[in-house]
């Protein structure tokens, strides 16, 4: 996993490319994707993804588990589809809006993009007032099934404004080539690894997924545990001599979350900390997470979880300071 999460050596690849390559980048933190990049990537400055970013060669939405993820604009419908389901995430409960008033609210966005604010006034005018909570559900609803998308400036370096949406145009591939593809993408940045792992990623059910995974001709092994992981055919695997260099992740990095069982990464003497629910940016040591990092006043903070070896010391100290660097 280290190999394809590109972890154990920076690679030469441009967003778009290493984006696919890691299946997807978390953004719920507009910084992330940056951080998840500078970690893998040589050479990998702040401008390249900003300017990915605005040719449009990644994009933003809402994908796995209902929450904000960069993909590349060729994995955005195919990824989309894939993940669509009968209920809108974050919906809660509410009832789906009418037909009518979703043609509406796709034909106001149509004109020009818009903040939330004003498609809320905009319901409002439409349905009558509502309290916060349902307004909220009803925008999750409309993200869902128009769907609406982010511009391309939510997702860059620095960005404070308010987020505009607009309606995503893109034409809806076969559901069952767009499984597939996902399946595929998975277990190219993870595997191998186990169906509820997959599902686990993608918030989708196992027997929407499972049509997918048997039309694929997969490879198969057994951990320790004698769980059967599912890989692809040619897909590398590392010969488990290599050194894995310190790394620093950002908040929420799809490392730490893209497992049923996240064991894999972060050992169970830390799983107390709640480190994937709260988002704190994490260190790794020998390709697990060993403590939490914090950016403060110009200086990268790192807090191992126990004394570290003098080596180790000196490289986390050296990755901290290039980190500073980049974030300045």
Do not use: C
Not at 13 to 42: I, K
Request: charged fraction near 30%; charge should be positive; avoid cysteine.
């Amino acid at each position: 996993m280290l190999l394809r999460q590109l972890l154990l050596r920076r690679e030469r690849l441009g967003p778009a490319n290493a984006v696919e390559r890691l299946g997807a980048l978390q953004a719920q933190w507009v910084p992330s994707p940056y951080v998840a990049l500078w970690s893998r990537l040589e050479s990998f400055g702040r401008e390249q993804l900003t300017r990915s970013l605005r040719r449009e060669q990644v994009v933003k939405g809402a994908l796995m588990r209902g929450t904000l993820h960069l993909v590349s604009a060729r994995d955005y419908p195919l990824y989309a589809t894939a993940l669509r389901k009968e209920v809108a995430p974050w919906s809660n409960g509410r009832a789906k809006p009418t037909p009518e008033l979703v043609a509406a609210v796709r034909a106001y966005v149509r004109r020009e993009p818009r903040a939330a604010r004003e498609l809320i006034a905009f319901l409002e005018d439409r349905r009558g007032p509502a309290d916060e909570v349902e307004n909220l559900r009803d925008l999750a609803w409309l993200r869902h099934l128009i769907p609406l998308e982010p511009m391309p400036d939510a997702a860059e370096w620095g960005f404070a404004r308010g987020v505009r949406f607009r309606a995503a145009t893109f034409r809806r591939p076969p559901l069952a080539d767009a499984l597939a593809h996902l399946v595929k993408r998975y277990l190219a940045a993870f595997g191998p690894a186990t169906r509820a792992d997959l599902a686990s990623w993608s918030g989708q059910l196992l027997k929407t997924l499972d049509p997918a995974l048997e039309s694929i001709g997969l490879r198969r092994f057994l951990d320790e545990d004698g769980r059967q992981l599912l890989d692809l055919p040619r897909a590398p695997l590392a010969d488990g001599e290599e050194r894995a260099p310190v790394r620093f992740l950002p908040r929420w990095d799809e490392l730490l979350i893209a497992h049923a069982d996240r064991r894999r990464v972060l050992p169970e003497e830390h799983a107390a900390r709640k480190l994937v629910h709260g988002g704190a940016p994490t260190v790794l040591v020998d390709g697990f997470v060993a403590g939490t990092w914090t950016f403060d006043a110009g200086r990268v903070v790192a807090e191992p979880f126990a004394p570290l070896p003098r080596a180790v010391r000196r490289e986390l100290e050296d990755e901290a300071a290039r980190l500073e660097v980049f974030l300045a």
